[in-house]
Structures are given as structure tokens and as C-alpha cells.
């Protein structure tokens, strides 16, 4: 059974930090780019950050370029985001995916990320 579970989320103050697991069951990520997306009442959903199948190239959505950086652990079968300098305006609901917008698409249930002071 094909699942996508995230942990890591929580209460962090401005300019603090979080990494986020996205650990995978049931397909091997190295297949599959990767990717995470963010979802907020306001914007609705919006694309953070990306991956290749290798690991060798990350793709991120300006306003967090420079402050996360997503990377994959193959060999745990592991998804990563590191956030770091958060802001008010990460607070989401951050959901790690395989193979956006394809037949294989597949989301986890997402984990809560709230910046506040």
C-alpha cells in the first residue's frame, strides 16, 4: 500500500527553524521526483519546492529560495525539507508529494506548520 507520512511540523517563533520528514512506504522514492506543497486558508494550495530523481537538482518557489532547502535520503526511503528563518507567512499545512500532476501523483495527509510569536 503506497503511503506518504510527514512529520516534523509544530509551533515555531519568526526566524526559528523545523525540518520536515516525508517517509515513504510501499514504492521506493528514487523513482519518482518529489515535491512539496503548502496549503493555507488565504492562497490556497502553492508549490514550495521540487526534486529530481537524483537529488541533484532542487527547484523552490522564490519566497523561500535561500531559506529551505529540500533534499531525499534514497536509502531511508525519506523526503526532507529544512526550513529555516521561518515566517509568519510559512504557517500552512505542508503535504509532501510523488510525481505531481502525473497518473502516479500521490500526496500525504500533511503536517501542520504554524510561525508565530
Known amino acids: 500500500q503506497v503511503q506518504l507520512v510527514e512529520s516534523g511540523g509544530g509551533l515555531v517563533q519568526p526566524g526559528g527553524s523545523l525540518r520536515l520528514s516525508c517517509t515513504a512506504s510501499?514504492?521506493?522514492?528514487?523513482?519518482?521526483?518529489m515535491y512539496w506543497i503548502r496549503q493555507t486558508p488565504g492562497k490556497g494550495l502553492e508549490w514550495v519546492s521540487s526534486?529530481?530523481?537524483?537529488?541533484?537538482?532542487?527547484y523552490y518557489q522564490d519566497s523561500v529560495k535561500g531559506r529551505f532547502t529540500i533534499s531525499r535520503d534514497n536509502a531511508k526511503n525519506t523526503l526532507y525539507l529544512q526550513m529555516s528563518s521561518l515566517e509568519v507567512d510559512d504557517t500552512a499545512l505542508y503535504y509532501c508529494?510523488?510525481?505531481?500532476?502525473?497518473?502516479?501523483?500521490?500526496w500525504g495527509q500533511g503536517t501542520q506548520v504554524t510561525v508565530s510569536s
Open positions: 508529494a510523488r510525481a505531481l500532476g502525473s497518473d502516479d501523483d500521490y
Open positions: 526534486i529530481n530523481t537524483s537529488g541533484g537538482t532542487p
Open positions: 510501499g514504492f521506493t522514492i528514487n523513482g519518482f521526483w
